[in-house]
């Protein structure tokens, strides 16, 4: 079993920043691709980045250039620089990890951008 723990989350202003990350533990031998996908109130849950092993990144067009996806490979975590927040980020955060082919996903974490 992999757990994915998220944290950084919280309520922003229009124009913030936030960071979140996400930690992998349990029976792990070598994670292949980690990303963020993100669920808004009424809304299916949806891509936002993700990130290889070797550190290709791919982001939705929502995002580019405003989120920034990293990963520690040593410590088996991936990270989410966001800035330039708008309303429309306002969702459920969730981590996912591809484990030995079987993808894992954390317990999500909340992203509330509001003026």
């Known amino acids: 079993q992999v757990q994915l723990v998220e944290s950084g989350g919280g309520l922003v202003q229009p124009g913030g920043s936030l960071r979140l990350s996400c930690a992998a533990s349990g029976s792990i031998f070598a994670i292949n691709a980690m990303g963020w996908y993100r669920q808004a109130p009424g809304k299916q849950r949806e891509l936002v980045a993700t990130?290889?092993?070797?550190?290709?990144?791919n982001y939705a067009d929502s995002v580019k250039g405003r989120f920034s996806i990293s990963r520690d490979n040593a410590k088996n975590t991936v990270s989410l620089q966001m800035i330039s927040l708008e309303s429309e980020d306002t969702a459920v955060y969730y981590c996912?990890?591809?484990?030995?082919?079987?993808?894992?996903w954390g317990k999500g974490a909340l992203v509330t951008v509001l003026s």
């Open positions: 990130i290889t092993r070797g550190g290709s990144a």
């Open positions: 996912t990890a591809v484990v030995s082919d079987m993808a894992y």
